[in-house]
């Protein structure tokens, strides 16, 4: 059965950075396209940004031009770098396929605050 794994959260400083990992085990995300999810206190669970197969990414806009999704498919693992994050991006972060759902992980905490 798959398993996904994140780590890498913790407290950060607005404007600070942080970088999450996640393991999808036994062999990767299946073919399907790896994607980062957040799920704020009281919020939906959202899509934050998703890697396709080709390599194209996708961001929303309110993590453009901060966030950046990459992948290391030897290890079955995808990263997600946080630059200059706010308290907006405060959350519990998780990653999955874009589509095609498998179970969800624990995920990681991120609490950006001074």
């Known amino acids: 059965q798959e398993q996904l794994v994140e780590s890498g959260g913790g407290l950060v400083q607005p404007g600070g950075s942080l970088t999450l990992s996640c393991v999808a085990l036994?062999?990767?995300?299946?073919?399907?396209?790896p994607a980062w999810f957040r799920q704020a206190p009281g919020k939906q669970r959202e899509l934050v940004a998703m890697m396709s197969p080709s390599g194209s990414v996708y961001y929303i806009d309110a993590v453009k031009g901060r966030f950046t999704i990459s992948r290391d498919r030897s290890k079955y693992t995808v990263f997600l770098q946080m630059n200059n994050v706010n308290p907006n991006d405060t959350a519990v972060y998780y990653c999955n396929r874009a589509y095609g759902e498998v179970p969800w992980g624990q995920g990681t905490q991120v609490t950006v605050s001074s």
């Open positions: 036994p062999g990767g995300f299946g073919g399907y396209p």
